[in-house]
Nanobody, 119 residues
Framework: QVRLVESGGGLAQPGESLRLSCAAS????????VAWYRQAPGEDRELVAS???????NVADSLRGRFTISRDNDQNTVYLEMNNLKPEDTAVYYC?????????????WGQGTQVTVSS
């Protein structure tokens, strides 16, 4: 069982930046992929960014240029840097990790952190 704890959410004004953190209870490189999702009220959960253990990373097309995903292997933490925030970025942001257990891919979720962008 892998525990994921998000932090760093809060209230930001349009144009400001926030950095979310996802701390894992295991070595981050043991996880096949760590990703950030978000879910706005009344909307489906959507993939924001992902970072694979071999280093490949992806950011949703609509967010590329403003959002960046990175990791600190020593801290077992994955970050989501969000710049030039917009009101439409308001959502609960969830950390997700997948880990191979044999040939089976286990899925883990954090509890989520609220990001509110408003003037």
């Amino acid at each position: 069982q892998v525990r994921l704890v998000e932090s760093g959410g809060g209230l930001a004004q349009p144009g400001e930046s926030l950095r979310l953190s996802c701390a894992a209870s295991t070595r981050i490189l043991e996880l096949y992929v760590v990703a950030w999702y978000r879910q706005a009220p009344g909307e489906d959960r959507e993939l924001v960014a992902s970072l694979f253990n071999h280093g490949m990373r992806n950011v949703a097309d609509s967010l590329r240029g403003r959002f960046t995903i990175s990791r600190d292997n020593d801290q077992n933490t994955v970050y989501l840097e969000m710049n030039n925030l917009k009101p439409e970025d308001t959502a609960v942001y969830y950390c997700n990790a997948r880990q191979y257990i044999g040939t089976r891919l286990e899925d883990y979720w954090g509890q989520g952190t609220q990001v509110t962008v408003s003037s």
